[in-house]
């Protein structure tokens, strides 16, 4: 039987507790309301700290014509950050045995041009490749028609790399629609249906996807973009142009679930988990995530489209996983995420 001594030692750990997270509510109010105004911020904050939920608010509306409130299951486009998931599935596909990252490139787009020779996945992963960024008018079929990934590749094929690969390091999306290419080839599958069956699925992930921008997806929030003071919906952009790059919506507990795998080995084998999280030179890239090591370890990655920001930070030696996503594409989530760990660090 329990001593009544350590029932008293634990309900008063558990009342520390509970004070610590209210502290920490207060001052993310404090914060989003006066250094990050409610006006340029909405969206849903949430931070854990070994498998704990320190704090998970909303702010602001999902939906301003209808006053519907952001909410822990408000699915947001996290643009970016879906890198991570692209090279998530390159590595699955590297655990099973269907490639290798230093294959080159050439092996699996055999329209690859000349100049590609020596370009291997891993660089593709790392962006060392060289390839060419896309802007708007190089999309030759328009901003509001469905692409394939094999139309995506063709948009910057022919054009001249900016250095050959793995001399210099720039960051590109190019590099990540390839990757879809070759995770579709491979697994003989859409980029959106592996993700579903070998992540999202496995991982209880029921509120994330990447869909068409013609899908109805539930509790999915509105992208908003400022013109001076004045707020408006997004420009309308098929989602399609971005796959492997950017495009998967999910909410702020799904990407807790994400990271809880990231954390040892089961979705992806311990040597793809290194190779993920390790700074590749000349870059301070992994497979989908910046790494830094100073002042302390930090894995993370930023994404914006329009509408949507979304800002991801993992800190492996204390544990703590935070995550700001935002239906605004000027809220300063990389600016939260960073106050609220300097606040959690105590720094």
């Known amino acids: ?4 001594w350590f029932l008293a030692l634990l309900g008063t750990l558990s009342f520390a507790a509970l004070s610590w997270c209210q502290d920490l509510s207060e001052w ?29 608010k909303s702010y602001g509306m999902a939906f301003e014509e209808w006053q519907i409130p952001d909410s822990p299951e ?23 045995g ?10 699996y787009y055999p329209e690859s041009p000349s100049s590609w ?17 896309n802007e708007w008018e190089n999309f030759y079929k328009g901003k509001c028609t469905p692409y394939t990934t094999d139309e995506q590749v063709k948009t910057f094929r022919d054009r001249p790399l900016g250095f050959p690969p793995g001399t210099s390091w720039q960051y590109r999306n190019t590099e990540y629609y390839l990757l879809a290419f070759i995770i579709e080839k491979l697994s003989g ?23 068409t921008m013609a899908a109805i997806v539930p509790q999915m929030a509105e992208g908003y973009t400022r013109e001076g003071d004045t707020l ?5 952009f098929d989602r399609s142009m971005e796959t492997g790059a950017g495009g998967i919506y999910t909410t702020a507990e799904d990407l ?34 910046f790494v830094e090591t100073s002042p302390r370890r930090k894995i993370y990655h930023e994404g914006g489209d329009p509408g949507f920001v979304a800002f991801e930070a993992r800190y492996p030696d204390q544990h703590v996983v935070i995550v700001v996503l935002a239906n605004e594409d000027d809220s300063p989530v990389r600016d939260i995420a960073g106050a609220m760990a300097k606040h959690l660090f105590g720094d």
């Open 256 to 289: 807790l679930r994400w990271n809880k795998a990231l954390d040892s080995p089961g979705l992806l084998s311990a040597h793809a988990l290194e190779l993920m999280f390790t700074a590749h030179p000349p870059g301070n890239y992994g497979y989908g995530w």
């Open 74 to 96: 408000t699915r947001f486009e996290i643009a970016s950050l879906s890198k991570q998931f692209t090279a998530a599935a390159i590595l699955q596909l590297a655990d099973r």
């Open 117 to 133: 020779k020596g370009m291997t996945i891993h660089h593709l992963l790392t962006h060392t490749s060289g390839l060419p960024e």
């Open 1 to 4: 039987m329990r001593s009544k």
């Open 189 to 211: 599958e859409s980029y959106a249906t592996y993700l579903a069956h070998h992540i999202f699925e496995p991982l209880k992930m029921a509120h994330s996807g990447f869909a």
């Open 28 to 56: 993310t109010d404090s914060y989003v309301k006066g250094v990050a105004p409610a006006k340029h911020f909405r969206g849903t904050i949430v931070a854990e700290r070994n498998g704990q939920v320190l704090i998970e």
């Open 232 to 236: 408006r919906h997004r420009e309308y």
């Open 98 to 107: 269907k490639l290798n990252v230093e294959d080159p490139v050439s092996k």
